[in-house]
């Protein structure tokens, strides 16, 4: 389980906010000095470009500490039905979360909260703040309450395993996994609030600690409790994440508010309705989806879990940074009416999710099995997990990119306080996945599954696509087709060579540990100076801007 993240809205691969008192509401087509970009966008690019390396690196650390977290469960547990179990159970408070929190810090949270940031309006965005948290700590703890009784029968509910003592295994993690549900609400409040201030460095601080419980908890408690170690460690990594954001909230006077009375808090629900039915759809798929691959096999729900790791890496260093990074300009450029400024700042965020995401799904399909090998391939994970995970890893990478492009889809919308068209986009989306499914299930087991996400990733951006191009007109100027077919070729050459480079290293290279490591870092490391080379030969500036941009982090006084 990972981190609570912003979902990919409505189209999820799961792991992730409206309306200003004065706010806009004519399409931006129909504005006529649109075309009069605002001089503070021709500042938005290098802020954009900083914001989203802050959270990059954020998303970056989590990750790799994620990576380690599943190479020590693969360590203990390896792909077996007990850990399937838990993975079930762990999809339940991320699930509480998405439904009724994680969907609104991106479609609701943010835009709202971004319209009272500034200093002479800060007490109302306290009282705001306040009255959102309390209600959302109200309905949350309802919920982990109603979790912890209820247990037996979710627990029926979400797995189909043939053995009796792995549904008991669901059981008691889905007691553990309890607080989780009221820990996982309060952080996603507490990082609106903080990504409305643009105060990245705490979020990316608490998303990178999440997974520290695991890694710490078990080790220690593995051998006497067993796969419960697991959900233990959630509940004190959950904890922990919520202590590392609150400091940045010193200046903001949080207090238990019954307000909801405000308007910014029914402007707030109001936004969130559409994406809270949408999401309801969703959250049907996500139990079908494991409901049914509990019942191909005990080891298929850890095979596509680890496959899922490798695929949050990518999606947290690019899209997720740079989307939230550029959502809080998108809905102040929205607000204002500067729908030039609003175009350009979407193109660069695109751009730099196509230059980040195209080679990491190349790098990935190319050093599938070295990477699963190195990362998990030790103690009970076997030879023959690391081949059905490289399988669905690579299925899952079809609807890699597909997925990324998505949280800048959905933003774009967000920012413009529509909620109503990415839920009913979303709706559709499970629609794909449930007829490919059906369709694929009964033919390719666990990996049918695999492909129908795929599916479903792919319609849903194909369509996203199609309506923001009808409601923001045509991105003229902003190079988005230029990118992507060099990004592509680049990547196309850097893939072929990391894959043949890959093979040659694998027979001259030990085979243990350390030339394993060997295999997938000199091949990954010679693949990135090849791609950046290849990138400049073409003339892509993003590849130059992401240079400069971790030049700048790497100076925090530079003005």
Known sequence: MNTPQPPIENGKMQIADGESPVVNRRSPVANPQSAIANPQSQIENPRLARSAGILGIGNIASRLIGLARDTITSYYFGSSGALSAFVVASNVPTMIYDLLVGGMLSAALVPVFSSYTDPERRDELAQIASAVLTLAACVLGLCALALLILAEPVARLLGDFADPALQQVLVRSLRLLSPAVLLFGLSGGVTGLLYSLKRFNYTAAGGAVFNLGIVIAAPLLAQRIGVYALPIGIVGGSLLQLAIMLPGLRDVRLRLSAAWHHPAVRRILRLYLPIALGLIVTQVQIVLDRRWASATGPESVSWMKYATTLIQLPLGLAPVAVSLAALPSLSQRAAAGDWAGFRSIFGRGLRLVLVLLIPAAAGLWALAEPVIRLLFEHGVFSAADTAKTAIALRLYLFGLLFAGVDFLLNYTFYARQDTRTPAIVGMLAVGFYLVAAVNLLPIFGFLGLVLADSVKQAGHAAIMTLLLLRSLGRLTGERIVQTLLKAAAAALVMGLVVWRLAGWLAGWLPANKLGEFGVVGLS???????????????????????????KRLARPNHG
């Open 524 to 550: 990954a490391g010679l693949g990135c100076i090849l791609y950046l080379a290849a990138l400049r030969l073409m003339r892509v500036d993003e590849a130059m801007g992401l240079l400069a941009a971790a």
